[in-house]
């Protein structure tokens, strides 16, 4: 198996990655927004109720 990032050899203790940089490279395009996993949009059955104020 290779590193998804540099494409070396993993290591058994970083794997999938080869060091300790690569997974923290990896790490940091997840917080940073870089990897998007994609959704649909949500149908109208599904959608959040507005908020309206209770009736009495």
């Known amino acids: 198996m290779s590193c998804p990032i540099c494409g070396k ?3 058994e203790k970083y794997r ?3 060091s300790k940089r690569c997974a923290d490279i ?3 395009r997840w917080l940073k927004g870089g990897y998007v996993i ?3 949009a949500q149908e ?3 959608a959040v109720p507005s908020e ?3 009736k009495h």
Do not use: N, S
Request: glycine letters at 6%; hydrophobic letters at 30%.
């Open 9 to 11: 050899a993993a290591e």
């Open 16 to 18: 999938p990655f080869c």
């Open 26 to 28: 990896d790490l940091g």
């Open 38 to 40: 994609p959704a649909t």
């Open 44 to 46: 109208e059955d599904e």
């Open 52 to 54: 309206e104020p209770p």
